[in-house]
């Protein structure tokens, strides 16, 4: 024991930055892509362009894991987000000069790919400023608060987007992000220079290599685990990122500004299903075991399997909007403490030098699923017509079948653990 505590100043001052920061974030998420879809109408160039757009974050998470573990974390933290202040303030100057598509496209690509050198320093500064019991409980608290200002972003959007449009929100995400930055440059976190050997290039291939050879040959059962988690990307969560708007917005038959608010609503009971997710964490941290994981899984599944039901069972809009907004709540917890599961495992598994290299590899894995999910989805539900329940049902009833098939993976996690604490 090192006598560090969950709730060090240090850790603290981390929690509320991604508070401030995530709230900027949230709400960008939640209204430029919304923006895109109602200057559009298009399914496809929605689903396209969100597909596009996490493709620098899935290359750079490598390089963003060997950052993090080679340079100081919070210069990192501060340093992106006055990045993204910037940008921000250069899109709202380009916005209404340029061709919506294209901008928004370079807009979200640059976006997502500062999130991928953001994300590793945050999860990789966890398990250096807590101690090894403590790392579960510690991301769960992260968790919990991030997602209760991801909870809040959508549903402030939503209203604003209804009311005074997408600049608004832009201002304030350029003040959420300056803010951050600023809050950001009184952490304190433990960093130890370490000496390079070789070219830039050379010593990053040698890391990535490293925390290759850990996941794949130390810890195989951090990539099985992590394959099962990105399944979860592939099917599930693209389904409920392109379907849920496409519906409520165009199929479900609401007025213009109704539909967009009832959206922002939407996303805010995903959100809440975060915090749900990272309450139950933090709640079971001591008692939840990975054999759990199977029926957690199962789940997500179910969850979908409800949206799908509504879809193909109820007539009335309303009833058909409080399922699906439901429905993706539950998957939204389930799929967050199952994900709080997997970084926990990782930060016990992985010795510290590595944390930030194997972190960035496993969510590139994770995350690599979701662009080919939401593309492919963007094309469903283009041409799918009054069929819109049955990718919920496929998906659904794959998603049981994979939790089945794998539910060995985990059997083996508690002992590893045991012997590593």
Not at 167 to 179: D, E, H, K
Not at 240 to 258: C, K, M, S, Y
Request: proline share 4%.
């Amino acid at each position: 024991m090192s006598g560090k505590t969950i709730f060090s100043k240090d850790f603290i001052l981390v929690a509320i930055g991604q508070i401030v920061s995530l709230f900027g974030n949230q709400i960008l998420r939640f209204a430029l892509p919304l923006y895109l879809l109602v200057q559009t109408g298009s399914s496809v160039l929605f689903g396209t362009i969100s597909a596009f757009s996490l493709i620098p974050m899935l290359l750079l998470f490598p390089i963003g894991g060997i950052i993090a573990d080679r340079a100081n974390k919070r210069n990192i933290m501060v340093i992106l987000d006055f990045g993204t202040a910037a940008l921000i303030s250069l899109f709202c100057l380009l916005i209404g000069k340029i061709a919506v598509a294209p901008l928004m496209a370079v807009i979200m690509m640059l976006l997502y790919g500062i999130q991928a050198a953001y994300q590793p320093a945050v999860q990789a500064s966890i398990p250096v400023l807590v101690d090894a019991e403590h790392i579960m409980q510690g991301n769960s608290v992260v968790n919990l608060i991030t997602s209760t200002a991801s909870m809040a972003g959508p549903v402030i959007g939503g209203v604003l987007f209804s009311i005074v449009g997408l600049t608004p929100i832009l201002y304030v995400s350029v003040a959420c992000f300056f803010a951050s930055a600023v809050l950001e440059i009184f952490i304190r976190i433990p960093f130890e220079k370490k000496k390079t050997v070789g070219n830039i290039f050379i010593t990053g291939v040698r890391d990535l290599k490293a925390s290759l050879a850990f996941i794949l040959k130390t810890r195989p059962v951090l990539w099985k685990a992590s394959l099962t988690y990105a399944s979860v990307n592939l099917l599930l969560t693209p389904l409920i990122l392109i379907g849920l708007p496409v519906l409520i917005t165009q199929r479900l038959g609401f007025e213009a500004d109704n539909a967009n608010r009832l959206y922002g609503y939407a996303q805010g009971v995903i959100a809440a299903g975060a915090v749900l997710g990272g309450l139950l964490a933090g709640i079971f941290s001591k008692k939840l075991k990975s054999k759990a994981s199977p029926f957690i899984l199962i789940g997500c599944a179910l969850s979908v399997l409800l949206c799908g039901i509504a879809l193909h069972v109820f007539v009335g809009s309303l009833e058909i909007y409080i399922v699906l907004a439901v429905g993706g709540g539950l998957l939204t917890a389930l799929s967050t403490l199952f994900q709080i599961q997997i970084m926990t495992y990782i930060g016990i598994l992985t010795p510290k030098a590595l944390i930030g290299k194997v972190i960035s590899c496993v969510i590139c894995v994770c995350m690599c699923t979701i662009p080919l999910g939401q593309f492919v989805y963007g094309f469903v539900f283009e041409k799918i017509g009054n069929g819109a329940y049955f990718p919920f049902y496929a998906a659904a009833l794959i998603m049981i079948g994979i939790a089945i098939f794998t539910r060995r993976v985990f059997f083996g996690i508690d002992r590893l653990i045991a012997e590593q604490l």
